[in-house]
């Protein structure tokens, strides 16, 4: 590590003392660089190496020292056996289906209040805008178990009457999770954001041409947003793809269980079958790295945002 | 921003009719958002309170007991052992982690072929779910037959059974988070470090000063805004661990990973005990606002000084 803090610092500071010989010296800045780089990269990676190598390998590969780092013979009887003894085909499912629902309507109030507190005139604002800024502080931990108390207590659904009783609410259901988060402040304050930066006047000209609001939304100002968009979806689709508590809290049933729940259980449950459980966790892990690999100017752009933000 | 709509409602061009249509508009936008605001965010809030003066156990009991919850709190030796597990957790977490993505940043920050490949490579980890990292992290520890100690063995090291002992569960949690979140921190650098004028370090540079001058008197003061960022953020994602938790370690060996999280979710899920797990939850509340306050200060005192 030591070296690498000298070696980013500065660039040409050997003109002085190597003033001779500068090629020779960049030469082995330049090595030192990639030689440390592909170490630290190494140590990144090693991780992934060691659980993709491990769901391929026989269990009497992997119960072997030393480390066998290349195995012997390749073999999918992992990724049969995490797939049959639990339905992970059903959970990688409901996550996907939980992810996508969360994407499409974050997107949709994202923008859509994003647009309004951006470039609509209207009484309270502002007002309103700082008091969702403000919420973005109040830690998760407040609300959970509230949160469940409401979701219980929804009138007229899962067999609850007017005022909220005698049923499940919505607890156990897949509404469950979609509708706390169907519209996050982030989506909100990040489109807003956006919004800022694109010119009105094309707004005025559309009201003089007698268009009405929501087309000059959704026509003109919202497909300018979509590198936005984009950003924004990838970020939500992460979150609720990896999210973990607040599923297991709303879902009981075993068939509505998300891949992390599911993932979790299977570890808790088959604690010694390594080799089914790292099938599993790179199954829950691919999507995102798909994501990501298809996307990834739209991700670095994101947590840059996040970090001007502060 | 009140002045701005006292504005508009005397300004006569645009006409009044117009305007009104607008703001009905905008307030039907907001609709949804706000709507969902007041259920999921502004209700649970308020509840929060209240429900930490009763006795409230989903089935039967919803009885106001005054402070009874908060004094049983004070007495609650699990419930602070957890605060010192997640302190002890955030004094070594959070100097390695800010220290790394810096030295990451740096690293990278500089226009070579293969630089943006080795960022990707970086940031890959923070990619991985807490459940999928820390199930891949239960076979990397694994006492015997683990990567990890598979490789402190080729050195001549016996690796300590890293999940199951008191003195390394932690260390074990801390070690798989750094790895997964040293990535994106990287990135939140580099964009701070691009934001640094490259005149400050030309002069300084013309006044002599080493590279690790440079670092020390322009690079980290300059970063300061980011660092603070970073660092309340990990200090509050700290506080409010549990997901490693509860998947590495189960919160063991005897309650050395529990986590306050882990602790009000035990309390409120399992035991049923709402009433007492809402007390829980508005003290940890209490306890995040207060460390961002401090950091805050801290961070603006030292800004003094230099």
Known sequence: ?310 | MISAGKLEKSRPSAGTGLGRHQARMGYLFILPTMLLFAVFMVIPVVMALYLSFTNYDVLSKNDWIGLANYSRLLQDNLYWQTFLNVGFYAIVFVPLNLLISLLLAVLLNRAARGVKVLRTFYYLPTLTSAVAAATVWLWLLHPEYGMVNGILSTFGIVGPAWTSQTETAMIAIIMMTLWQSVGSNMIIYLAGLQGIPDYLYESARLDGASRFDCLRYITWPQLRPTTFLVSTMSIIGALQLFDQAFVLTQGGPANATKTPVYLIYQQGFNQLQMGYASAQAFVLAMAILIFSLISMRLNRSEESIL
């Open chain 1, 1 to 310: 590590m030591s070296t690498a803090t000298g070696k980013g610092a500065g660039l040409p500071s050997g003109k002085t003392k190597n003033a001779p010989n500068p090629a020779a010296r960049k030469l082995v800045n330049g090595l030192a660089f990639y030689i440390v780089g592909i170490l630290i990269a190494i140590v990144m990676f090693l991780p992934f190496y060691w659980s993709v190598m491990t769901s391929f390998k026989p269990d009497e590969d992997m119960f072997s020292m030393p480390i066998r780092w290349i195995p012997t013979s390749f073999t999918l009887e992992h990724y049969v056996k995490a797939f049959t003894t639990v339905p992970f085909g059903l959970y990688f499912w409901n996550s996907f289906f939980l992810a996508a629902t969360g994407v499409v309507l974050n997107l949709f109030f994202g923008s859509l209040s994003g647009y309004a507190f951006a470039k609509l005139k209207f009484k309270g604002n502002s007002a309103m805008f700082r008091v969702l800024l403000a919420a973005m502080m109040v830690p998760g931990i407040v609300t959970m178990i509230p949160s469940v108390y409401v979701l219980r207590h929804i009138p007229l659904m899962g067999g609850n009457d007017l005022f909220g009783d005698g049923g499940m609410g919505l607890m156990n259901s897949f509404w469950g999770i979609i509708l706390p988060g169907a519209s996050g402040t982030f989506a909100v304050f990040f489109m807003r954001q956006f919004f800022l930066t694109l010119p009105s006047d094309m707004m005025e000209m559309a009201r003089i041409e007698g268009c009405g609001e929501f087309r000059i939304f959704w026509n003109i100002y919202l497909p300018l947003t979509k590198p936005a968009l984009a950003t924004l979806g990838i970020f939500t689709f992460q979150a609720g793809w990896n999210s973990f508590l607040w599923p297991m809290i709303v879902l009981n049933d075993p068939n509505k269980a998300t891949i992390q729940m599911g993932l979790q259980a299977f570890s808790f449950n088959f604690q010694t079958d390594y080799g089914p459980m790292m099938a599993g966790a790179l199954v829950a892990i691919l999507p995102i790295l798909i994501l990501f690999l298809a996307l990834q100017r739209y991700f670095i752009q994101g947590i840059a945002f996040s970090g001007i933000k502060g």
